[in-house]
């Protein structure tokens, strides 16, 4: 098995790039080092045939050329006076069969410069990638030296997913970014940000702590805490919203954001005065009474919602979404519906849950057709019930559509069986956290239950805690429940059903440094009781394991129609003869090869 590389990106500005050769090779590399603001230098004799480009580039005073051949005094003569002159890296493009590119190679790896030789991995200390630049926006593909063409048509199969000029909305989101921080900064010191404190901790590696999803309350005046909010509330829709909808966002509609996240002690500005999170029908709707419609979208899949929610999505004329509602799923509304996700971040959930409300109030009023879609199912866990009221009290109907719920589909996915004749004759579902952040009271220990906790992985530590000891105010009254043993087996499922599905599988002892070592993927579940071990087990000598990705489903779908196709191409043997050559196969073709 092929170890792995080490992907990093190089700030190359002012860099002194020494290129051997003067071919198309040659040309390539060159362009690449003037794109990252290096200085290239082309080494070839005055004999050889330089490629037009980099002609033109040596006439424009671009690329400097050397008319020689290739001398070991130059790797520390032509670089920077910095480095003592050595150069920064060497880019090698003679022919394969040149007995130079070994030598140079050598002659680098001992001098410790990075080297790159074409078609000559082993030659290497580093390999350049297929890349997508769309400014601030970079994309890059390695099949680690096994197929470069194969990477080329990874690469263009991926960037053609994104919507078009998204290194714009990139570029306007780190904007907004950095608007945030300082203005948080400002607020909290009252003073300008010292040089040491300019830079922000990077937003992927943030996103990835176990603390991503912690809970932060509504009343809660920590400094520490006021001053990141906003921008964990940028990190999450960074994370939970369809690329489409980030790459719409203008710059008034950053200014609009920044406005009406300046404080969690207000609710944001209504949704009718923003270009961002929702659009006005253009034509009129007849005048009647609108309806309203709560429907659950299930774990995430999108084959697992239910006919009547799908069509529901697709006739309804206004669409309120919560934010964790998978992309895939948002994907399937039609363009011309508005679409509002809400805007709930760490302290502001019952503001932005208000917003909602009112937003189908005003638009049932208007004669819409208004639907509320949720995640999972609308009355486990997610305010289903109370949304119904508040509409009923206005004098509309509430039609309601079923979810597949996590808390049972999750641990399937996970090949957890919560009930098992041998093991388990009891499921208990359970909340990890209450109203205003509470803590519920843990469910007392029973071997043959299995018990499921939602929305509870931002306060793990406290809910093992309170699992597997008593407060010290419970200590001196007697024991009102059985404790939990430590050696628990327990699971963590989380972005269940989605191709990133992860799946953690340890005890109670462990789980807590599990999710704090492998990070956090929300949405996620925790799946306690002897279940979790009848169809895996970790090794003995595992504290816990880990497991990526699912795939099932999307497998079930196209064995089905591979079969489909099978039988359309029996049929149709010389029109598929006819119209193959013409066009690239499907890269799913690829893997059958």
Same mark, same amino acid.
């Given at each position: 098995m092929q170890v792995p590389a080490l992907l990093t990106a190089h700030s190359c500005v002012e860099h002194v790039h020494l290129i051997i050769g003067c071919g198309p090779l040659a040309a390539s590399r060159c362009t690449k080092s003037l794109q990252v603001g290096a200085r290239p230098i082309i080494i070839a004799p005055a004999h050889e045939e330089v490629h037009f480009t980099l002609a033109r580039a040596i006439e424009e005073g671009k690329v400097s050329r050397i008319e020689q051949d290739f001398e070991e005094q130059q790797l520390n003569s032509l670089g920077r006076e910095e480095l003592d002159g050595y150069v920064d890296?060497?880019?090698?493009?003679?022919?394969?069969?040149?007995?130079?590119?070994?030598?140079?190679?050598?002659?680098?790896?001992?001098?410790?410069?990075?080297?790159?030789?074409?078609?000559a991995p082993k030659l290497c200390t580093f390999t350049l990638l297929s890349t997508h630049l769309d400014g601030p926006l970079q994309i890059g593909i390695t099949t680690s030296g096994s197929g470069c063409k194969l990477s080329s048509r990874i690469r263009r199969e991926v960037v053609s997913s994104l919507p078009a000029n998204f290194g714009e909305s990139v570029e306007r989101l780190g904007s907004l970014r950095r608007q945030i921080w300082e203005e948080d900064y400002r607020t909290q010191t009252g003073g300008s940000i010292p040089a040491a404190e300019a830079e922000i901790e990077d937003e992927e590696a943030a996103a990835q702590k176990y603390t991503f999803n912690k809970l932060v309350r509504e009343n809660d005046r920590d400094p520490a805490v006021l001053r990141t909010r906003r921008l964990r509330w940028l990190s999450q829709i960074c994370e939970y919203?369809?690329?489409?909808?980030?790459?719409?966002? /203008?710059?008034?509609?950053?200014?609009?954001?920044?406005?009406?996240?300046?404080?969690?002690?207000?609710?944001?500005?209504?949704?009718?005065?923003?270009?961002l999170e929702q659009s006005i029908l253009s034509e009129k709707l007849p005048l009647r009474k609108g309806t309203i419609t709560l429907a659950g979208s299930g774990p995430g899949h999108p084959s697992l919602l239910t006919i009547a929610t799908q069509t529901a999505i697709q006739t309804s004329h206004f669409i309120l979404a919560d934010k964790l509602v998978p992309a895939e799923i948002l994907a399937l509304i039609p363009r011309r519906t508005p679409v509002h996700i809400a805007r709930k971040f760490p302290g502001n959930a019952d503001a932005a849950q208000e917003e909602l409300l009112q937003l189908g109030l005003n638009a049932a009023r208007e004669g819409k057709d208004v639907l509320r879609l949720k995640q999972g199912d609308p009355y486990l866990y997610g305010r289903g019930a109370e949304e119904v009221t508040f509409f009923r009290e206005r004098?509309?109907?509430?039609?309601?559509?079923?979810?597949? /719920?996590?808390?049972?589909?999750?641990?399937?996915?996970?090949?957890?069986?919560?009930?098992?004749?041998?093991?388990?004759?009891?499921?208990?579902?359970?909340?990890?956290?209450?109203?205003?952040?509470?803590?519920p009271e843990p469910p007392s220990y029973r071997k043959s239950k299995t018990v499921v906790f939602l929305m509870a992985l931002h306060r793990l530590e406290s809910l093992v805690q309170s699992l597997t000891v008593f407060p010290d105010e419970e200590a001196g009254q007697g024991p009102?429940?059985?404790?939990?043993?430590?050696? /628990?087996?327990? /699971? #963590?499922? +989380?972005?269940?059903?989605?191709?990133?599905?992860?799946?953690?599988?340890?005890?109670?002892?462990?789980?807590?440094?599990?999710? +704090?070592? +492998?990070?956090?993927?929300?949405?996620?579940?925790? #799946?306690?009781?002897?279940?979790?071990?009848?169809?895996?087990q970790v090794g003995e000598n595992q504290r816990w394991?880990?497991?990526?990705?699912?795939?099932?489903?999307?497998?079930?779908?196209?064995?089905?129609? +591979?079969?489909?196709?099978?039988?359309?191409?029996?049929q149709t043997t010389e029109v598929v003869e006819k119209v193959q050559p013409y066009g690239s196969p499907p890269l799913s073709d690829l893997l059958t090869v």
């Open positions: 890296a060497v880019f090698v493009t003679l022919p394969a069969d040149d007995s130079r590119s070994i030598r140079i190679s050598g002659l680098c790896r001992r001098k410790r410069i990075p080297v790159n030789v074409v078609d919203w369809p690329l489409n909808r980030l790459a719409s966002i /203008t710059d008034s509609d950053v200014a609009k954001i920044l406005e009406a996240y300046k404080t969690t002690a207000q609710p944001p500005p209504p949704v009718s005065d923003s270009t004098g509309y109907d509430v039609r309601v559509i079923p979810g597949i /719920t996590s808390a049972l589909s999750a641990p399937l996915f996970a090949d957890i069986p919560v009930t098992h004749r041998a093991v388990a004759d009891q499921v208990v579902i359970c909340t990890g956290t209450g109203r205003k952040g509470a803590a009102k429940r059985k404790l939990w043993p430590s050696s /628990t087996p327990c /699971t #963590v499922i +989380e972005r269940a059903s989605c191709p990133d599905q992860r799946v953690i599988r340890t005890t109670l002892q462990y789980v807590c440094q599990a999710v +704090e070592d +492998e990070g956090s993927r929300p949405p996620g579940l925790l #799946v306690v009781g002897h279940s979790c071990g009848v169809l895996h394991s880990v497991e990526e990705g699912f795939r099932s489903l999307d497998a079930i779908g196209s064995t089905t129609s +591979e079969l489909h196709l099978l039988k359309d191409l029996e």
